[in-house]
């Protein structure tokens, strides 16, 4: 059975003073919370991972925002899979649009960056989507089983049981603007049809697939009611703790 998850993207936010305040206060909210129908999680700048870890409790998942794409050595001022999961963070969010499109984050380098955390011990939140033009020109569905294809198809059954899928339309970032539920919809059930071609049903099956893009509380309930949508990354929403918890509660 796949899992529910809302996982938090705190981008480059918050002091880590500011961070841990945050993070406690999601904490509280998700321990005082009756029946809660997902896993919480926060994605948090490297600095804040350690301080973070030490503030929240065991019903709560870390994750990281990146890793680098060399397992050690004279990379000045990367930080390692390794390192990420010696401080006690579950998962690392690979393949955010920000990283292909600011930093130049190639299919094949987020292959080797997927391999290096899995091989670290970390679960991978991996983040697929296309931009507006795109989906204007009618390649998204192509664009999504490239990057999809390309980065993890290489993985066993076994590792792909290791892999969060967020499915994050660029146009739908940071704009305010989100994919209507049954876009999302769409793009969800093509993602598990391609597990399914590659995987078999069982592995489609239990794949959790989140929606990301200006996903909030006032919209989250209408996404995770449909049938493959499995839960949130939730970028500006999760900076404000009432605001990230009226989408976990959203379940
Ligand atoms: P947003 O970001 O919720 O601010 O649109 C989502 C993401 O980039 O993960």
Redesign the pocket.
């Known amino acids: 059975m796949r899992k529910n998850i809302v996982a938090g ?1 705190w ?1 480059m936010n918050t002091t880590v003073p500011e961070g841990v305040q945050l993070a406690k206060e999601v904490c509280e909210a998700v321990c005082a919370a009756q029946d809660l129908k997902c896993d919480v999680i926060v994605g948090v700048p490297f600095t804040h991972l350690c301080a973070v870890k030490g503030a929240i409790c065991e019903k709560m998942g870390l994750a990281a925002e990146n890793c680098a794409d060399h397992e050690k050595g004279a990379y000045t001022g990367e930080v390692s899979a390794a390192m990420v999961a010696s401080t006690g963070a579950d998962y690392v969010i690979l393949g ?3 990283r292909r499109g600011y930093y130049n984050e190639s299919i094949e380098m987020l292959k080797t960056k997927v391999d290096l955390a899995l091989a670290a011990g970390l679960k991978v939140i991996f ?1 697929c989507g296309e931009s507006l033009d795109e989906r204007k020109a009618g390649t998204h569905f192509d664009v999504i089983k490239n990057e999809i294809a390309g980065s993890l198809f290489h993985l066993d059954a076994e590792a792909m049981g290791r892999i969060v899928i ?1 499915y ?1 339309p660029i146009w ?4 305010g603007e989100t994919a209507t539920a049954d876009q999302a919809q769409e793009i969800h059930k093509f993602i598990r049809g391609i597990l399914a071609e590659k995987y078999g049903a069982q592995v489609a099956d239990d794949t959790t697939i989140l929606y ?5 509380p006032s919209n989250a309930r209408e996404l995770f009611a449909m049938p493959d949508i499995d839960g949130g ?6 900076l404000k703790a009432a605001d990230f918890m009226g989408i976990v509660t959203a379940f």
Do not use: F, P, W
Request: aromatic fraction near 0%; include cysteine; proline fraction near 0%.
């Open positions: 993207n981008k955010h649009s920000e983040c967020a994050e739908a970032i940071g704009t990301g893009g200006s996903c909030k990354l939730i970028g500006g929403a999760s």
